[in-house]
């Protein structure tokens, strides 16, 4: 089987996608208001508050290293093909814990059809534990 592969928009490896964040954005207030998400935020909470995912996702390395230096150079923007407002690395590393945490949550109450989503973003936040104060 073929994985599909992605391309780091912090450090511009190319990786499984299953092995990096999924980042989208996300728009409020008629498109005025764009923030950068994780896409496990769009698929619980957003939608609870009426918001919605636009277009096309960036990916990203679970290491902080790569949030930051894709905020700092300009890789969100390029990943989204899109003018973008500044991106808080910090804040979004943080929503990324906070986004896996919760979706595996509800993947685990929502029986064991689910598992291999669950072992998939169990990885990804065990790699974002291990990376962290990583410098690349
Ligand atoms: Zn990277």
Not at 28 to 50: F, L, N
Not at 60 to 86: D, T
Not at 90 to 98: K, R, Y
């Amino acid at each position: 089987m073929h994985a599909p592969m992605r391309t780091c928009v912090g450090c511009r490896a190319i990786r499984p996608q299953a092995e990096l964040l999924r980042t989208r954005i996300l728009l409020a207030d008629g498109g005025e208001q764009v923030q950068v998400v994780p896409d496990e935020y769009i698929r619980t909470c957003a939608k609870r508050h009426g918001l919605s995912a636009r277009g096309r996702s960036a990916y990203v390395c679970p290491a902080r290293s790569c949030l930051e230096r894709a905020a700092r150079r300009g890789g969100f923007a390029r990943g989204f093909a899109r003018k973008m407002p500044a991106v808080n690395p910090t804040a979004l590393w943080s929503a990324h814990g906070d986004a896996l945490a919760g979706m595996i949550d509800l993947l685990n109450r929502s029986g064991s059809a689910a598992a291999p989503r669950v072992q998939r973003l169990a990885a990804l936040a065990t790699a974002m534990r291990a990376a962290v104060g990583r410098v690349c």
